[in-house]
């Protein structure tokens, strides 16, 4: 036993132990320890279910909620054997997670890939409802899967022995069967009706009068065809005309808010807007949420492979079934990109690579070439024996079909972003490869009337770098406003938007201020072209080509998102991974591929591009197969029995809403679901079927009521903790734990996070495994532990990920990497916490007795730093001293501190303002300058105090952010290593910036599994600024000013350290000022620069100057100052690191602990920290009457107490005991 948890017994929700938790049993009073201990002799011996069960029965008249801990899974148990009966295998794990869902009646969208069974788990849940009288309606995009479904579901029912009525609009019906369908639809004598999505558009009065349990839509976007087929499927559920109608104006009004708020005015009429406008939202909500309490609705299902949901009215089903579709990403692919240097024609190159790779090919013709020559590419590649068909939106009758029946080994298309080869393909099992018949690029002529919106906002965009100042700002930010519409409007309304701008046709509406920023746009692009400094810059650009033609001057530049867009049909998504691909650029511009490099890594964070010849092509189509083999028998219903469970359903759980986000983003726009007060956002990684919830941070502390020992019983001669859930006070915000009101305000308004805990027992109950992605150090471990605990009764399996920087990749190794929770860390942290808690509230007793006032606190580490402030607050003021400052007629600036002063300061002012200085001595000496290694926490806090001047707390704040945006690596860590990965990074950046010439990639420290504080991506403070202004890289909330110069300061650090050392000249001058030495050490030159071009010298040059030279006093100040300094915050974080107390976690907290209490002051200009007089006072009664408790050196051996327990090397519980101990020595410590 661990620790006692308050309300978490599954069955009574009184208080229990967490060995009883992990045993999946009810607390004591439940079931008393002898049956208990039978109970325990089957654990692990049976399956689990059985297991809880057995616990049901033993329970007898005590059971309570327990029901609810097997209910679930025996009901599944059921839909399982149905399962088993219809296809001769069992319920997949995404599959049970959705059939899970739809037992308890929750409507949800499946964002799944190929091969997960999405269509046969529709019918089998049909027909599982229909047995026990649900009607049941299933939609599909096809009457051909109509009636393959209809024939399909028959069967099954007829093997499971299942009397239920199927009926089916088929294609080619009789008019009897017409009839006899029309007939049983009026009289609703049906139990699963089968229809396509179109027959719900065009006959829905036939429909209307209807009430269906439950809709499973397969192909949520052909059902989004007509945004009214929303409408008609809600009113089939239950929901009334009125009632969507008042859900829409929410939705409008949702959406008005969002786009006032995201407005930068902030004056009056603004904020009474925004008021009202927030309670017209509130309202609003109340009404639907009362309208919709008591509701019987039935249950939608939608699904998709791809889902690309447009418009406002999808989310109707945000507000009345509580979720919303999402979409899945472009940028996740497994595709080995290359490069091919043509050494013959281009046609001859195509149809070389061609037959190396065989077929399912598509080969990508650029732009300006045209249909025309796509045609010539088909003709060549057919007299040479390659089936080869051109595909357009204007030509294509069959030749999908023939490339998917294997008659036509290539297609042959445009690269154009909205071209029908590069986005309207979605074929995991027949696309192998890409080849790209020449760089996809953008020509842009100054005299043409072309004006396509995609080309002008990319070509403005590739153009801002050429600009400095206002222009630059303004071209990026109609950039930013381009790039929002090109993502938001759909295709038809871009190409509108095309054709009238080429023929001076004026949009009305919202549709003519686009055209007003576009046609602003493209007037900029022509305007700068127009100019000579920019046509130069082009020319010396090493990633655009400027081109004379007849026509006039051209434009080039790469088509990066074509390429990722195009080369992505090659890498699809499919029950159990993402499959391998291939793509090769046949480069017939050098300069506009580097381009095309270089813009790719910037969007894809792990895309590595290769020499055609420097791969194994042998290897890579073998790979590509054998991924090709696995998704055909997964779409032939061939492979179920080998191969188990592809797609793993999981629940994600990490600490903060930001984090989560950013997670779920790298996968596409994730389907949400709104749960109690978590958003839970639902993606697919391939391999996993994740939901991501956000815990909040801390759920759980130690109790603050008289409980034993400060909330910690001693049981059986061991220190057990009791833990409840954390309540946040609604009046003053006031944390408290196991409280009935607020300690401070007295409220009992509050909010209790064991909401959360019961939110994510409903989610877990739901998935295969729980995963926790908490912050990677003990404090992240521990509440990893916490939530394990509470949620084990209601799972099959907890494992643990950890991850050190939220980027795709990391994420992507975890969960291929999960782990057992470290108790040796969980243990250190416990012992913490008691300590933290057992210490600050006795010491916090006393202070308030003494003093009179509850608001004040000690800590063990918090006292020890109080000291350090004071002592060096009373050496400061013992420093005075008078100081001369000269400038002498070089310009070099001295500082005398001890110069005798004769008869008074103002006549030895007067004495040097005439005075000349003599150079004694000058020594020169060539030196190497290393580079400082990169940030480690109390480093960073040091450098963003004294250069940036931001306090410790806002620092470690901001840092956290970075980190959770996936911008940094983990924030809180004392190591300087850096990985393989971070070194890449580093070559990468100073290679294409400042030179190859330049990087020196360094390990520093090697030991252990943290790594420094550094960028996980080579994008400088400028270019992460346009990425996100683009919407290319997507933010959970958007960086302020302190955000990007903190950023700013980790990346020139971190490149610094990776770049070789400077080579300066250091010189070492003695002057003689009326016989007063002044010794004078600095660098006076830099002969290589290395890594101060990214971390340039703080100090200024010293003049040179040489032995004997004479140099007159021009001006002289004088100054009575202290010459010791007051701390600044970063100084005092320095020496908690170098003197061995606190910990990365920490360091922040302490300090800004402190400046509450009033302890210490922070002064306005120079940041210095001062100590109060209660500040002092305090200090004084702890060091006089708890001096050992809260000594310097008894902090740091119960820090290296802490290390070994982590380690292994010393029992936590003797720990505890010895505090016990030295507390009992010092105060009013008992058992209550």
């Not at 000496?925 to 105090?945: C, Q, Y």
């Not at 320095?1134 to 509450?1156: C, F, N, Q, V």
């Not at 820090?1199 to 982590?1206: G, H, P, R, T, V």
């Amino acid at each position: 036993m661990h620790a006692i948890f308050e309300g978490l017994c599954p069955n009574c929700g009184g208080e229990i132990a967490d060995d009883r938790l992990m045993m999946c049993l009810p607390c004591r009073r439940c079931l008393p320890d002898d049956k208990a201990q039978e109970l325990i002799k089957l654990y692990g011996k049976i399956p689990l279910l059985e297991f809880k069960k057995k616990v049901v029965e033993y329970l007898g008249k005590n059971l309570k909620n327990y029901v609810k801990v097997v209910e679930l899974d025996e009901k599944l148990k059921d839909v399982d054997l149905l399962f088993h009966k219809a296809t001769g295998s069992y319920l997949w794990s995404a599959q049970r997670t959705w059939a899970k869902r739809v037992l308890e009646g929750k409507s949800f969208a499946i964002i799944a890939p190929t091969g997960v069974g999405k269509t046969m788990f529709g019918m089998v849940i049909s027909l599982f409802l229909a047995r026990n009288g649900k009607r049941c309606y299933i939609v599909l995009p096809t009457s051909v899967l109509v009636k393959q479904v209809y024939d399909r579901i028959v069967d099954i029912s007829k093997r499971a022995n299942i009397n239920a009525k199927i009926i089916a609009y088929l294609p080619r019906m009789s008019k009897e069967e017409k009839e006899n369908f029309k007939e049983s639809l009026e009289k609703g004598d049906f139990d699963v009706l089968i229809t396509t999505s179109q027959f719900l558009a065009r006959k829905f009065d036939e429909l209307k009068g209807l009430k269906f349990d439950f809709i499973f839509v397969d192909d949520v976007d052909a059902l989004l065809k007509s945004s009214k087929n929303i409408d008609r499927v809600l009113m089939l559920l239950g929901v009334s005309e009125e009632l969507i109608e008042r859900s829409m104006e929410l939705v409008r009004l949702k959406r008005h808010l969002a786009f006032l708020s995201a407005t930068a005015r902030r004056d009056e009429e603004y904020r009474r807007q925004l008021e009202e406008l927030i309670n017209k939202v509130r309202e609003l909500s109340d009404d639907i949420r009362r309208s919709l309490e008591g509701k019987e609705l039935g249950v939608l299902v939608v699904s998709s492979a791809t889902g690309r949901p447009r418009g406002l009215r999808v989310r109707l089903f945000r507000e009345l079934l509580g979720f919303e579709v999402g979409s899945r990403s472009e940028f996740i692919r497994n595709i080995q990109d290359m490069y091919h240097i043509p050494r013959a024609d281009m046609k001859e190159e195509v149809l070389k690579i061609v037959k190396l790779f065989g077929d399912g090919g598509l080969v990508f013709v650029p732009l300006d070439k045209g249909v025309e020559y796509a045609e010539e590419l088909a003709s060549y590649l057919k007299e040479h024996g390659v089936r080869a068909e051109v595909l357009t939106a204007k030509k294509k009758s069959d030749q999908i079909e023939r490339f998917v029946e294997g008659e036509l080994d290539v297609l042959i298309g445009v690269a154009t972003y909205y071209g029908l080869l590069v986005r309207g393909l979605d074929l995991p099992h027949r696309v192998r490869y890409a080849v790209f018949a020449g760089v996809p690029k953008l020509r842009f002529s100054l005299e043409a009337k072309e004006a396509h919106p995609f080309r002008i906002a990319s070509l403005l965009s590739d153009l801002r770098e050429y600009l400095e100042g206002k222009e630059k700002d303004e071209v990026e930010r109609l950039v930013a406003l381009m790039m929002r519409y090109l993502r938001e409007l759909p295709a038809a309304r871009i190409q509108e938007l095309k054709e009238a701008m080429e023929q001076g046709v004026k949009l009305s509406g919202r549709m003519q201020r686009i055209q007003e920023i576009f046609e602003k746009g493209l007037e900029k692009v022509r305007e700068l072209l127009s100019r000579e400094d920019i046509r130069r810059k082009i020319s010396e650009s090493p990633y655009i080509t400027l081109e004379e033609t007849p026509e006039g001057l051209k434009v080039i530049i790469p088509d990066v998102m074509t390429y990722i867009q195009a080369s992505g049909r090659t890498s699809r998504m499919f029950a159990g991974g993402i499959s391998r691909g291939a793509s090769i650029v046949i480069v017939d511009d050098k300069k506009v591929f580097e381009g095309l490099v270089r813009k790719s890594r910037w969007i894809v964070e792990d895309i590595e591009w290769k020499a055609l010849e420097e791969v194994n092509i042998k290897e890579l189509i073998d790979e590509i197969d054998r991924d090709r083999n696995i998704i055909k028998m997964l779409r032939e219903g061939r492979i179920r029995a080998e191969f188990k469970d592809p797609v793993k359903s999981a629940l994600l759980i990490v600490e903060s809403p930001s984090k989560a986000r950013t997670i779920a983003n790298f996968f596409g726009r994730p389907s949400r679901r709104r749960i109690g007060r978590l958003t839970v956002y639902e993606i697919s990684t391939g391999r996993y079927m994740l939901s991501i919830v956000a815990s909040g941070g801390h759920v759980f502390d130690l109790v603050m009521r008289r409980e034993g020992i400060y909330g910690t019983r001693v049981i059986n001669g061991k220190f057990i903790p009791v833990y409840g859930t954390i309540r946040r006070c609604l009046s003053c915000g006031e944390q408290f734990v196991g409280l009935d009101k607020c300690p401070v305000c007295k409220s009992e308004e509050y909010y209790d996070k064991v909401d959360i805990i019961r939110t994510l027992e409903d989610l877990a109950r739901e998935v295969d495994i729980v995963l926790l992605g908490t912050d990677p150090d003990t404090e992240g471990e521990k509440i990893s532990w916490d939530i394990a605990v509470s949620l084990k009764p209601y799972t099959k399996r907890t494992n643990r990920i950890e991850f050190h920087e939220v980027t795709k990749r990391a994420i992507l190794e975890a969960l291929e990497h999960p782990r057992d929770i470290n108790t040796l860390l969980v243990e250190a942290q416990i012992v913490r916490r008691i300590e933290d808690r057992w210490i600050g509230f006795m010491l916090s007793e006393e202070l308030w007795e003494t003093f009179g006032s509850r608001r004040l606190s000690a800590g063990r580490v918090q006292t020890p730093v109080l000291g350090w402030i004071i002592e060096r607050y009373n050496e400061y003021r013992r420093s005075i001293k008078d100081f001369f400052y000269l400038t002498l007629e070089n310009g070099l600036r001295l500082v005398l501190e001890d110069y005798p002063i004769k008869e008074s300061p103002k006549a030895t002012l007067e004495e040097l303002k005439d005075a000349v200085c003599t150079v004694e001595k000058a020594e020169f000496n060539e030196v190497e300058l290393t580079p400082p290694p990169p940030f480690t926490t109390d480093s960073m806090i040091r450098e963003a105090s004294s250069l940036l001047g931001i306090e410790a707390i806002e620092t470690m704040s901001i840092a956290q952010d970075l980190f959770e945006f996936g911008l940094i690596t983990y924030h809180r860590t004392d190591s300087t290593r850096v990985s393989s990965v971070g070194r890449a990074i580093a070559k990468e950046y100073i290679s294409e910036n400042i030179g190859p010439d330049y990087y020196q990639g360094r390990e520093w420290l090697r030991e252990g599994a943290h790594e420094c504080i550094r960028p996980t991506r080579p994008l400088d403070v400028d270019k992460l600024r346009l990425l996100i202004r683009d919407g290319i890289l997507r933010v959970p909330r958007p960086l302020t000013r302190n955000h990007y110069r903190l950023y700013s300061l980790i990346f020139n650090r971190f490149m610094a350290s990776q770049m070789k050392p400077a080579k300066v000249v250091k010189a070492h001058y003695v002057l003689d000022i009326n016989g007063y030495k002044k010794e004078l050490e600095g660098i006076v030159e830099v002969l290589y620069d290395g890594f101060l071009k990214m971390y340039p010298l703080r100090e200024p040059l010293l003049p040179r100057m040489d032995q004997g030279m004479k140099l007159k006093v021009t001006s002289a100040l004088h100054q009575r100052r202290p010459s010791i300094k007051l701390f600044s915050q970063g100084e005092v974080v320095d020496l908690m690191r170098k003197r061995g107390i606190g910990r990365p976690s920490t360091y922040a907290k302490i300090i800004r602990t402190l400046l509450e209490r009033r302890y210490v002051i922070e002064s306005r200009k120079k940041r210095r920290l001062i100590p109060t007089k209660l500040g002092i006072k305090v200090y004084e009664f702890l060091s006089q009457n708890y001096k050992t408790l809260v000594s310097e050196e008894r902090t740091r051996k119960l820090e290296e107490l802490m290390d070994k327990i982590e380690l292994g090397q010393e029992d936590y519980q003797k720990v505890i005991k010895e505090l016990y101990e030295e507390m009992k020595s010092f105060a009013r410590v008992g058992y209550d």
